[in-house]
Antibody, heavy 123, light 112 residues
Framework: EVQLVESGGGLVQPGRSLRLSCAAS????????MHWVRQAPGKGLEWVSG????????GYADSVKGRFTISRDNAKNSLYLQMNSLRAEDTALYYC????????????????WGQGTLVTVSS | QSALTQPASVSGSPGQSITISCTGT?????????VSWYQQHPGKAPKLMIY???NRPSGVSNRFSGSKSGNTASLTISGLQAEDEADYYC????????????FGTGTKVTVL
């Protein structure tokens, strides 16, 4: 059974940093691309960032480019999101999602999702 | 890149069929046969319902079907049931610029 468990969320002041983690199990982690998708309270889904199976291809939404860094450790079956210079508009539930294949391509589909970790940016 | 356009809400009675539209451009929905649909119940994580326009993952009811015409994709739920009441989002790759992937605005399905 595929399991994705996010952690690392919390309350943080504007301008500070936070690192999210996603522990994966139930599948061969290093075969698949992975993504972070967020959902602001009461709002829709927004793709934040994605990383290919071997970290060779990485993408970011314009809203986080230059502030967030995605990474993965295939030996630890883990996905990360380093979030710097946080803003109030980054407040959201952050989901880790497994891709249907290993690359960031047109085929990308978010086939499994974790339960999310809540990030609140407020002074 | 703007979100794909979906109706805010759609409703139907048990047993009826409803259709949710997802309108984009030739840079996303219209340009690729890789539209997917997600169901999200309140307080829960999204669940993949349809991928590559019309394919159902294992375990998803055949009451859910997808199609596409031009720049608009559609999700049809037939034989509507109370458990289908949820939010639904479409998604597509986009070649217009970053982000690489864009979601729809979301549709609240209400079973009357």
């Amino acid at each position: 059974e595929v399991q994705l468990v996010e952690s690392g969320g919390g309350l943080v002041q504007p301008g500070r940093s936070l690192r999210l983690s996603c522990a994966a199990s139930g599948f061969t982690f290093d075969d698949y691309a992975m993504h972070w998708v967020r959902q602001a309270p009461g709002k829709g889904l927004e793709w934040v960032s994605g990383i290919s199976w071997n970290s060779g291809s990485i993408g970011y939404a314009d809203s986080v480019k230059g502030r967030f860094t995605i990474s993965r450790d295939n030996a630890k079956n883990s996905l990360y999101l380093q979030m710097n210079s946080l803003r109030a508009e980054d407040t959201a539930l952050y989901y880790c999602a497994k891709d249907i294949q290993g690359h960031l391509t047109t085929v990308t589909t978010f086939c499994y999702w974790g339960q999310g970790t809540l990030v609140t940016v407020s002074s | 890149q703007s979100a794909l356009t979906q109706p805010a809400s759609v409703s139907g009675s048990p047993g009826q069929s409803i259709t949710i539209s997802c309108t984009g451009t030739s840079s996303d929905v219209g340009g690729y046969n890789y539209v997917s649909w997600y169901q999200q119940h309140p307080g829960k994580a999204p669940k993949l319902m349809i991928y590559e326009v019309s394919n159902r993952p294992s375990g998803v009811s055949n009451r859910f079907s997808g199609s596409k015409s031009g720049n608009t994709a559609s999700l049809t739920i037939s034989g509507l049931q109370a458990e289908d009441e949820a939010d639904y989002y479409c998604s597509s790759y986009t070649s217009s610029s970053t982000p690489l992937y864009v979601f729809g605005t979301g549709t609240k399905v209400t079973v009357l």
